[in-house]
Protein backbone atom coordinates (compact mmCIF):
# COMPACT_ATOMS: atom_id res chain seq x y z
CA UNK A 1 0.00 0.00 0.00
CA UNK A 2 2.92 2.52 0.67
CA UNK A 3 4.65 1.57 -1.82
CA UNK A 4 1.32 2.38 -4.21
CA UNK A 5 0.89 5.60 -2.76
CA UNK A 6 4.78 6.63 -3.53
CA UNK A 7 4.69 5.14 -6.53
CA UNK A 8 0.98 7.45 -7.13
CA UNK A 9 2.83 10.79 -5.18
CA UNK A 10 5.68 10.30 -7.98
CA UNK A 11 3.44 10.01 -11.06
CA UNK A 12 1.63 13.01 -9.81
CA UNK A 13 4.47 14.82 -9.54
CA UNK A 14 5.60 13.87 -13.29
CA UNK A 15 2.05 14.10 -14.23
CA UNK A 16 2.13 18.32 -13.10
CA UNK A 17 5.58 18.96 -14.55
CA UNK A 18 7.27 19.64 -11.40
CA UNK A 19 10.48 20.72 -11.48
CA UNK A 20 12.71 19.31 -8.39
CA UNK A 21 13.98 21.49 -5.61
CA UNK A 22 17.19 21.48 -4.92
CA UNK A 23 18.00 20.69 -1.39
CA UNK A 24 20.38 20.65 1.16
CA UNK A 25 21.26 17.91 3.77
CA UNK A 26 20.84 18.13 7.75
CA UNK A 27 22.52 16.58 10.26
CA UNK A 28 19.36 14.88 11.72
CA UNK A 29 15.81 16.38 12.63
CA UNK A 30 13.25 17.20 15.32
CA UNK A 31 10.48 14.54 15.52
CA UNK A 32 7.41 15.09 17.40
CA UNK A 33 6.06 11.42 18.55
CA UNK A 34 2.44 11.19 20.31
CA UNK A 35 1.40 8.10 22.65
CA UNK A 36 -2.74 7.79 21.98
CA UNK A 37 -2.71 6.20 24.77
CA UNK A 38 -1.81 8.40 27.41
CA UNK A 39 -2.11 11.57 25.13
CA UNK A 40 1.98 12.60 26.18
CA UNK A 41 3.51 14.25 23.54
CA UNK A 42 7.54 14.59 22.76
CA UNK A 43 9.97 15.96 20.63
CA UNK A 44 13.04 13.91 19.65
CA UNK A 45 15.76 14.62 18.48
CA UNK A 46 17.52 11.98 16.17
CA UNK A 47 20.97 12.58 14.34
CA UNK A 48 21.30 11.08 10.49
CA UNK A 49 22.39 7.60 10.95
CA UNK A 50 20.98 6.97 14.41
CA UNK A 51 17.75 6.14 16.61
CA UNK A 52 15.76 6.99 19.09
CA UNK A 53 13.53 5.37 21.54
CA UNK A 54 9.88 6.60 22.01
CA UNK A 55 7.98 4.09 24.41
CA UNK A 56 7.40 0.37 22.69
CA UNK A 57 9.16 1.84 19.18
CA UNK A 58 12.70 2.35 17.95
CA UNK A 59 13.11 5.51 15.21
CA UNK A 60 15.85 5.27 12.57
CA UNK A 61 16.55 8.61 10.60
CA UNK A 62 18.09 7.58 7.66
CA UNK A 63 18.16 11.15 6.06
CA UNK A 64 16.78 15.09 6.40
CA UNK A 65 16.28 17.28 3.61
CA UNK A 66 15.11 20.77 3.53
CA UNK A 67 14.96 23.56 0.86
CA UNK A 68 18.51 24.96 0.03
CA UNK A 69 19.39 27.97 1.49
CA UNK A 70 16.22 27.61 3.83
CA UNK A 71 16.62 25.82 7.15
CA UNK A 72 13.25 26.97 8.40
CA UNK A 73 11.96 25.63 5.04
CA UNK A 74 9.65 22.28 4.61
CA UNK A 75 11.76 19.50 5.85
CA UNK A 76 11.43 15.81 4.58
CA UNK A 77 12.44 12.35 6.59
CA UNK A 78 13.67 9.06 5.33
CA UNK A 79 12.67 7.29 8.67
CA UNK A 80 12.20 3.34 9.47
CA UNK A 81 9.97 3.05 12.65
CA UNK A 82 10.12 -0.48 14.38
CA UNK A 83 8.18 -2.03 17.30
CA UNK A 84 9.85 -3.88 19.97
CA UNK A 85 9.78 -7.17 19.39
CA UNK A 86 8.54 -7.13 15.75
CA UNK A 87 11.09 -7.78 12.81
CA UNK A 88 9.16 -5.89 9.80
CA UNK A 89 9.23 -2.00 10.19
CA UNK A 90 5.66 -0.34 11.28
CA UNK A 91 6.90 2.37 8.84
CA UNK A 92 9.92 3.09 6.56
CA UNK A 93 9.72 6.07 3.96
CA UNK A 94 9.94 9.57 3.44
CA UNK A 95 7.35 11.61 5.61
CA UNK A 96 6.97 15.54 4.95
CA UNK A 97 6.99 18.00 7.09
CA UNK A 98 4.41 20.15 5.98
CA UNK A 99 2.03 17.19 4.41
CA UNK A 100 2.09 14.60 7.26
CA UNK A 101 -1.02 12.89 6.58
CA UNK A 102 0.73 12.14 2.76
CA UNK A 103 2.23 9.16 3.73
CA UNK A 104 1.45 9.18 7.63
CA UNK A 105 2.59 5.86 9.77
CA UNK A 106 0.22 3.70 10.83
CA UNK A 107 0.31 2.65 14.61
CA UNK A 108 -2.11 1.60 17.07
CA UNK A 109 -0.85 3.46 19.83
CA UNK A 110 1.70 5.80 18.57
CA UNK A 111 1.89 8.72 15.94
CA UNK A 112 5.03 10.69 14.87
CA UNK A 113 5.75 12.95 12.40
CA UNK A 114 8.73 15.68 11.46
CA UNK A 115 9.23 18.62 12.57
CA UNK A 116 12.52 20.51 10.59
CA UNK A 117 15.87 18.85 10.21
CA UNK A 118 18.40 20.16 12.41
CA UNK A 119 21.99 21.39 11.11
CA UNK A 120 24.48 21.16 14.07
Excluded at 71 to 91: K, N, S, Y
Excluded at 96 to 109: K, T
Aim: proline share 3%; aromatic share 6%; glycine share 10%.
Amino acid sequence: MKRALAGLLMLAATAAGAQQEATETGTGATLRGLDKLTGRVTDLEVASGESVTFGRIDIALQDCRYPEGNRAGDAFAFLTIREAGEADPVFRGWMIASSPALNPMDHQRYDVWVLRCTTS
